[in-house]
């Protein structure tokens, strides 16, 4: 079982900078695969970027060039540095892990979610 603790959102302008933070307690994240997903009011979730054990990294097109997934197997946290953020960013951001090397970019995919952490771009 692995908990997901996600912090880091808030409130910033366009073309500003955030990053979030995906906490894993009662275990480490050796072995998973760890995801950030959004969901805008009325939207479905999206996939956002992922992030494999062995730390290989795939984004979602949207974000490509703003958006940098990174871990710290020390300290079992995987941060979403996001640069460069626009009104369309805003939205509930939560992390998902799954066992498993291989990166997937569909929600069903992820067996452990978090609680979600809100980020509102103002324009």
């Known amino acids: 079982q692995v908990q997901l603790v996600e912090s880091g959102g808030g409130l910033v302008q366009a073309g500003g900078s955030l990053r979030l933070s995906c906490a894993a307690s009662?275990?480490?994240?050796?072995?998973?695969?760890v995801g950030w997903f959004r969901q805008a009011p009325g939207k479905e979730r999206e996939f956002v970027a992922a992030?494999?054990?062995?730390?290989?990294?795939y984004y979602a097109d949207s974000v490509k060039g703003r958006f940098t997934i990174s871990g710290d197997n020390a300290k079992n946290t995987v941060y979403l540095q996001m640069n460069s953020l626009k009104p369309e960013d805003t939205a509930g951001y939560y992390c998902a892990a799954r066992e498993g090397l291989f990166i997937k970019t569909a929600a069903s995919r992820y067996d452990y979610w978090g609680q979600g952490t809100q980020v509102i771009i103002s324009s």
């Open positions: 992030i494999s054990w062995d730390g290989v990294t």
């Open positions: 009662k275990r480490t994240f050796s072995g998973y695969t």
